[in-house]
Nanobody, 125 residues
Framework: QVQLVESGGGSVQAGGSLRLSCAAS??????????MAWFRQAPGKQREGVAL???????TYADSVKGRFTTYQDNAKATLFLQMNSLKPEDTAMYYC?????????????????WGQGTQGTVSS
């Protein structure tokens, strides 16, 4: 069972930045062949996809974060990152890391078998 542990959440003012990390372990195959993604869930709302990175390094972003968020990974350290800039109050949410073996092309909750426990990001106006 893949274990994912997020960190880096916190509280910032609007316009500020946060960098989230997701450390993966206990994966059954090479980390480099997992599709990795970030999701977020605000109180009272459904979990939504933020960014996805495929094993070939192709990245997909939700329209709401394009141009502000960047995801990348360090395969040697099996760690995924989410750099969040120009944060807005509507970005306030619990942020989750997700993984699935092989190619995943959609930012859909159903596509991912493995989840972290989440890290809270709060943006004040």
């Amino acid at each position: 069972q893949v274990q994912l542990v997020e960190s880096g959440g916190g509280s910032v003012q609007a316009g500020g930045s946060l960098r989230l990390s997701c450390a993966a372990s206990r994966y059954s195959a090479s980390y480099s062949i997992y599709s990795m993604a970030w999701f977020r869930q605000a109180p009272g709302k459904q979990r939504e996809g933020v960014a996805l990175i495929n094993p070939n390094g192709i990245v997909t972003y939700a329209d709401s974060v394009k141009g502000r968020f960047t995801t990348y990974q360090d395969n040697a350290k099996a760690t995924l990152f989410l750099q969040m800039n120009s944060l807005k109050p509507e970005d306030t949410a619990m942020y989750y890391c997700a993984a699935d073996l092989g190619w995943v092309v959609r930012l859909s909750v159903e596509e991912y078998a493995h989840w972290g426990q989440g890290t809270q990001g709060t943006v004040s106006s």
